[in-house]
């Protein structure tokens, strides 16, 4: 199961440089590719907003 990102992602960045396989791709709210992720949680333990959690 991999992890999503909400509406309240303000995409400062700090997920994208946490995530071991760059499943992170950057935007206005910041998206994670469901096949890419191996749902470790490493972005939403880091996530200030806590806009990450899992599917």
């Given at each position: 199961?991999a992890?999503v990102?909400?509406?309240?992602?303000?995409?400062?960045?700090?997920c994208v440089?946490?995530c071991?396989?760059d499943?992170i791709s950057?935007?206005?709210?910041?998206?994670i590719?469901a096949?890419?992720?191996t749902d470790c949680g490493?972005?939403?333990d880091?996530?200030?907003?806590?806009?990450i959690?899992?599917?």
């Open positions: 199961m992890y990102i909400n509406d309240d992602c303000i995409a400062c960045g700090t440089d946490e071991p396989v499943a950057e935007g206005d709210i910041y998206k590719d096949d890419a992720c490493t972005c939403a880091v996530c200030p907003t806590e806009a959690s899992p599917a």
